[in-house]
Nanobody
Framework: QVQLHESGGGLVQAGGSLRLSCAAS????????TGWFRQAPGKEREFVAL????????YFADFVKGRFTISRDKAKNTVYLQMNSLKPEDTAVYYC?????????????????WGQGTQVTVSS
């Protein structure tokens, strides 16, 4: 099973940017659709973005379209989430997950591996 580790979170002012990384070990992430989800205090985990196993297809939640991008570096076995124009409501713990669905999934139940999460805090 692939092990995942997120990094890149931190504190940023509204309008700023962060790039999150999801690095895989154990097995290649390139055989899995990969998704980013987030969870704010008192809320359920919600879908943010996904990328297909080969990087040719991406999909975003409406609330991040035009602000976030997702990419895959096969050589580094890593998926990135570039977050621009951040808003206070983007504050959450961000998790990456790997799914056996090659195209990825918006349903967290379809994911078989998760990282430990990275905190993103956006101040107003």
């Amino acid at each position: 099973q692939v092990q995942l580790h997120e990094s890149g979170g931190g504190l940023v002012q509204a309008g700023g940017s962060l790039r999150l990384s999801c690095a895989a070990s154990g097995r290649t992430l390139n055989e899995h659709g990969t998704g980013w989800f987030r969870q704010a205090p008192g809320k359920e985990r919600e879908f943010v973005a996904l990328i297909s196993w080969d990087g040719t297809s991406t999909y975003f939640a409406d609330f991040v379209k035009g602000r976030f991008t997702i990419s895959r570096d096969k050589a580094k076995n890593t998926v990135y989430l570039q977050m621009n124009s951040l808003k206070p409501e983007d504050t959450a713990v961000y998790y990456c997950g790997a799914t056996s669905y090659f195209g990825g999934s918006v349903d967290s139940k379809d994911y078989v591996s998760w990282g430990q999460g990275t905190q993103v805090t956006v101040s107003s």
